[in-house]
C-alpha cells in the first residue's frame, strides 16, 4: 500500500486540514472545562503556535457550561516530514441534565470520546449515568468505531472521598466502552487541579529560566508528572482512533 497521508484517515475542517474530533462527556462538575483549560494554557506555555484557535467557553455566571467549550490544536510541525499536521477539535458537553439537547450538536461528527469521570464519592451514580448516557447517545459505535477511553478527574482527593477505579472498569466493561483485557491502560487518572497549580508554580518560580528555552517555551521534558497524566487521555485516544482509522482504509 502506498503511503497513508492524514486526509487519507481523517476528516478535513472548512480549512481543508485534516481534524480529529475529541469529545470530553462526563457529568456535572467533574472538570471538564478544567481540563480544557489547563491544556490551553499548557499549549500557550510550551508552544502558541499549536493553538489554531482560542478556547471559546459558552457558560453562565456562575461558571456552569451551557452549550460547550472548544478549543482547536494541532500537532508541531513534523520534523522534516511534508505532510499535514493534525488538528484537534477538542469539545466538552454542558454536564447538567438540562442542556441535553444540546449534546446531540456537540457529537455530530465525533471521533473519539474522553468519558470524563468523577472520582468524588458523591459522583458515583452521576458517573454511571454518564457512561450510559454515551453509549445511548452514540449507538452501536460506541467503544467500536467511535473508540472510548476514560478519564476520572480529582485524584487529588483522599481516599476516603474517592469512589473505587474497580468499579469504573467494570461498569465501563459492561457497558461495552472497553474490552475487559484492555481495561486497565483505557482508564486514567488524574488531577486537573493539581496540574494548574504546577503550571501556576512554574510560572511564579524564581528558577523559571530551568524551565523556558531561549523563545521563552517551556521545554517538553520539564512538563509536571500532573501534566502528563492530563494530557495521556488525549494520546491514548488519539492512538485508538488512527489505529482504527487505518484499519478501515486497510480493509476497504
Ligand atoms: N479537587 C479538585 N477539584 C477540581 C478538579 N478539577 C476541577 N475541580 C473543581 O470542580 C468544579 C467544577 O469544575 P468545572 O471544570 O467547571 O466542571 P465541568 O465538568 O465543566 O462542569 P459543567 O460545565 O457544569 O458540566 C470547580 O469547582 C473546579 O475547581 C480537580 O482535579 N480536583
Ligand atoms: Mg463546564
Redesign the pocket.
Known sequence: MSQLELTDIFSVDRQGKPTMKIVLF?P???????MLTVFNALRRMENPDTIVSSLQKIQDIS???VFFDQGVFQTPPFKGKKFDRLRYQLW?I???ERHKVQRDIVMKGVDGVILFLNFENIAKQMNEEIIKGAKDQIGEKFGKKVPVVAFI??S??AENERIDKREIIQNMIEEGAILSDKAANHVMTG????ARNDLVEILNSPNRDEYFDDNNRLTVDKRPDSVWLIVRPIQKLTQLVVEQRIEIVQDS
Open positions: 462526563g456535572p462538575l467533574s472538570g471538564k472545562t478544567s461558571g456552569r457550561t466538552t454542558p454536564g447538567e478527574n480529582k487529588d482527593l488531577s486537573c487541579l493539581n
